[in-house]
């Protein structure tokens, strides 16, 4: 008698042999699971927003309209999770932290030291891990 040696149907209680390949697609991260990024996308289209409203009444001139191209780019590039949206935005949050907060010691504005500390806030969300690793 010859006995069926067939070693590639798996017995019971047993776990399938590895086959080397990966069975699942590495996942591709999603805008959803990240509400901050959301967040600060829009906050950055609203300072985009306000620089081109400052310029068309006059109170900043015209060369301005480079930051709030910077600030439109970052919130677009932030959104589709690049990494250097990720790197223009840490950028332009830590300089706006760094104006407000020194706005704030000089002048008193309260308005500045409250943006200061949103911008504080979004800097220290963004230099986390996490959010480094989804991105691409």
Not at 8 to 29: H, I, L, V
Not at 43 to 66: C, E, Q, T
Not at 104 to 112: D, G, K, L, S
């Amino acid at each position: 008698m010859s006995t069926n040696a067939n070693t590639s149907a798996p017995r019971p209680g047993t776990a399938p042999a590895p086959t080397g390949r990966k069975s699942q697609k590495a996942e591709k991260p999603s805008l959803l699971k990240l509400p901050g990024l959301i967040a600060i996308s829009l906050y950055m289209l609203l300072l985009s927003g306000s620089a081109i409203v400052a310029v068309a009444d006059g109170k900043y001139p015209p060369v301005y309209l480079i930051f709030s191209a910077l600030f439109l780019t970052a919130a677009i590039g932030l959104l589709m999770l690049f990494r250097w949206a990720w790197a223009l935005t840490l950028a332009a949050v830590a300089i706006l932290a760094g104006l407000c907060l020194w706005s704030y010691t000089i002048q008193h504005v309260v308005p500045a030291l409250v943006q200061g500390l949103l911008n504080l806030v979004i800097f220290l969300y963004l230099v986390r891990g996490d959010i480094r690793e989804k991105l691409r």
